[in-house]
Every structure is written in C-alpha cells, then in structure tokens.
C-alpha cells in the first residue's frame, strides 16, 4: 500500500525513542525508532520506508550561513562531513524561457556542488550518521554520481567506501571521480537495480553502512535543495514557483522535496496553495514512475529490462516510490517520460545558454518543454527546472550533443579555406534556421549564407 498524505502526516507527538527531538517513523505502519541507537534502513515490522521526524519545525528565520549546513535548524545534526556543498546558482534562462513559452524559468543547477552532483548534499549528512553510529566501511550501488559523492565523502571522513556499478554503463567522468577518491569499485554483471539488490544484502548482514537513498538521511540533506529554490526564488520574485520540475531515479529527490514541503506547511513557513507542484521526468526507457502515475497505480512495478543514454536515471525499480508518488499526487503535479533525442536537443538548449549538465539533468527541460506543447503546463506558470549533474560527468555524451571538432592543416590559409566552405558551423546554423521556419530549403540557404558570409568578414576585419 501505497502511503496516503495521512500516514505521511506531520504529527505533534513526541514518541519516548526520540533522541534530542530527532527520530525514525514507519511511513507505512506508524512505528516509531530512535535514530541512532541501531542501524537500520526500513522498517522492523513491516519492511516499509522510514523517514527522520523532528519535535520542532523550523521557518525560513532560523536559516543562517550558506550551504547545506544553512539548514542546520531542520537537519538531525548541527554540522557534518563538508566539502562544502549546496548554495549552487538558480540560473535564468531568458531565451529557453520564451521558446518554452513560461511566465518565469529558472535553471537550479545541482551539477555545481563539490562532486557535481547533488549527492553531496544527503552525503554531508548521511556520512555524518556513519561517524555517529560508528561504522567505518560504507558502501552504494550507484548508476556514478553516488559513488563519486560517497568516495569523497568517505575520504574526507576517512572511511573505506566500497562501490557497486553496473558494469559498462556508468558515465566516465564519475568513474574517475571514485577511483581517484580511493573507492573499492566492483563492476557488477547487471543493472543498477541488481547492484542495489546485492548492497542492501550485505548491510543487512552488517558488512557495511549503505549511503543509498532508501537511507532516510541522505533524504535529509538532500531536502535543503527545496529551502535553497525556496528562499531564493522568494527573494527574487516575490512569491514562490509554482512548479518544480525534475529527473526521476530512484525518486530520492522527488520524496525529499515533498518532505521539505510538508515541514515547510507544518511549521507555519508557507501555506498548502504555496506548495509547488512536483513534475518528475523519466526517460522512456525507464519510466516506472510515469506509469504509476498514468494508470493511477498504488506502487511502481519494477522494470527488468531499462535502457537510456541518460544513465543516471537508467532505474527500473525506484525505491523512494512510496515516499514520491504521494509527493506528485498531493501537489498537484504529473510526471512524464521523455525520449533520448528530446533529452539530446534538452541539453544543446541548456548548453546554449551556458549552463553545461549531463543527460539525465536534460530531462527536466526536456519534460517542461513536452508538458508545455501538450498544455499540461500553462504559460502562466513560473517553473523552476532542477539540473541533477555537471556536463564533465559524461564527457562522451556531451561530446555527440555537441559540434564535430573539424581537423585542418597547420597553417592560416588551410583555416581561412575551411571556413568558408559550409561546415558544421554552417549546419548548425542551417539546423536553427530549419527550425525556426516551416518551409525549411529557402530561409536555411539564405541563413547559412549569411551566417558563413558574416563569420567570413568578421575574420577577416581581425586579419
Ligand atoms: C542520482 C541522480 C538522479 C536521480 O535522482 P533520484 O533522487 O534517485 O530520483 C538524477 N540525475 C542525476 C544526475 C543523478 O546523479
Ligand atoms: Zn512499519
């Protein structure tokens, strides 16, 4: 069963388990577990997630410092393990704001925290729990950016991290980052979920403390991604967004942002209508989330079989489900899955405001864009989109999005030759221009004569 908003309901008692006004409540069966005294990631009883319950709530004036360590006041510890995280850019995006056709557009790029994603900000908090429950070997299966984040995290805490990686499919910008932080990487004959099947054995068995997102204090660290959008989107407009879109794996963010929400509403901070609307993007290829959400189903059912060039979001079996669906329901959001081709052209137009991410980040723009066109979202609406990961994650990926580099002769007259001939400056040029008309031949050879002639001059008047 699928939690209802009661069950995921704020309540005022106080359970005598609670440790310094922190502890863990069953978001299915109610049971309520002190934090720190035993590990443990689900429930004893019935195998349900568990989720971080606090006796006093805190409002935006309790906020102080930057960071993710800002949000101390609704955190289960005053400090952590830091690199230091969180505080990333809300970037405007004037031009892809009015080819969407928005009210307001906003870029929340997760990909500028210390690893360049936003793992880091649940391993600042999730580490720190290690540290206190005194384990010293921690472990994750990861699609990359989790383990990139945990093999800092852990070196900084100067812990062993083990990882679990589906063998060749994981981005090569995040391999090297976990290699480099002295990670144990094991490359599993599976996919993502299979891998995340073996680490939950072997923390069951004790062998290790497991950093996934089932883990409720990675949810923790991640909530201060809805407070940072929250605060500054506010400080900005005046009012809060109406939506957040965002890409959709495990669904950690997507239940973290609805916890953020709820405690916001709880402790006085902002009414119900104030909530945004959560949006969550999946690739077609994976997109247990979407179809939960289509068909009205209670759970996910698990995919076996998932494939995308988004690999970050390459998930079959989305454990936060529970947690998330609730999340999408309640606020009056949707979800939608997207193409690979569509997350391609998603991060050619983020790129080309400036703002490098990583496939899988693509897919909120991409989702925004297709929710948009079917008129799911109005023009009225002001939307912040959540980019997950940096463009250098996936520097393969990034590189077939982008320009072919064009091989010329050592000399300047090879350069001027080759750049007065078309070339795929021309069709990009050519391509813009196609798109933007409907009958393509005609406007797109003016345009790209026109682009060559004037690239032509502009050299030439710096010769
Ligand atoms: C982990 C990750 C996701 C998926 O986030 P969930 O919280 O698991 O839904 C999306 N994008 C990137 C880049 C990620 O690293
Ligand atoms: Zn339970």
């Not at 939690?3 to 109610?30: N, R, S, Y």
């Not at 068909?295 to 079989?305: A, K, L, P």
């Not at 990034?398 to 021309?426: C, F, H, Q, R």
């Amino acid at each position: 069963m699928v939690p209802t908003m009661a069950d995921l309901q704020l309540t005022d008692d106080v359970p005598p388990v609670a440790d310094d006004g922190v502890w863990l409540a069953c978001i299915e069966c109610g049971e309520t577990f002190a934090p720190f005294d035993e590990i443990r990631y689900t429930c004893d009883h019935c195998d349900g997630l568990l989720e971080v319950r606090y006796d006093d709530l805190p409002t935006f004036d309790e906020f102080e410092g930057s960071g993710v360590w800002r949000y101390n006041a609704a955190l289960p510890f005053e400090e952590g393990i830091t690199l230091p995280e969180g505080d990333t850019p809300l970037h405007e995006m004037p031009r892809l704001k009015d080819d969407i056709g928005v009210d307001a557009l906003r870029v929340k790029h997760e990909g500028m925290n210390p690893t360049g994603s936003f793992k880091d900000r649940g391993m600042t908090v999730g580490v720190r729990v290690a540290q206190e429950v005194g384990v010293d070997r921690l472990a994750c299966a990861s699609t990359g950016n989790t383990s990139a984040a945990l093999a800092a995290y852990g070196a900084r805490g100067g812990m062993e991290t083990l990882v679990l990686l589906p063998a060749g499919k994981v981005a090569a910008g995040k391999i090297a980052q976990a290699s480099l932080h002295r990670a144990r990487i094991l490359e599993v004959d599976g996919n993502f979920d299979q891998c995340l099947d073996i680490v939950q054995d072997l923390a069951a068995r004790g062998e290790a403390y497991l950093l996934n997102s089932l883990n409720p204090f990675r949810l923790e660290g991640q909530k201060t991604i809805g407070l940072e959008i929250m605060e500054e989107f506010y400080a900005d407009n005046g009012e809060y967004p109406d939506r957040i879109v965002l890409p959709v794996g495990n669904a950690g963010n997507t239940a973290a942002l609805y916890k953020c929400f709820r405690e916001l509403v709880k402790a006085g901070a902002i009414t119900e209508e104030q909530v945004p609307k959560l949006t969550g993007v999946q690739a077609e290829g994976a997109a247990p989330m979407v179809e939960a959400i289509e068909n009205g189903y209670e759970d996910t059912r698990r995919w076996d079989d998932v494939e995308t060039r988004a690999t970050a979001i390459r998930i079959g079996n989305p454990v936060n489900a529970p947690k998330a669906l609730p999340g999408i329901r309640e606020t009056g959001g949707t979800a939608v899955a997207v193409s690979d081709e569509e997350i391609t052209e998603a991060q050619r137009d983020i790129a080309g405001e400036g703002v490098g991410v990583e496939p899988a980040s693509a897919a909120s723009v991409a989702g925004l864009r297709k929710l948009r066109r079917e008129g799911e979202v109005d023009s009225d609406e002001s939307v912040v989109c959540l980019t997950t990961g940096h463009l250098l994650k996936d520097p393969e990926a990034a590189a077939e999005a982008g320009n072919e580099p064009e091989p010329v002769a050592n000399s300047t007259e090879a350069v001027l030759d080759l750049i007065e001939e078309p070339s795929s400056v021309t069709e990009t040029i050519r391509r813009q221009a196609s798109k933007a008309a409907d009958a393509p031949l005609v406007p797109a050879l003016v345009a790209s004569g026109l682009g060559v002639a004037y690239l032509y001059r502009k050299l030439r008047s710096k010769k």
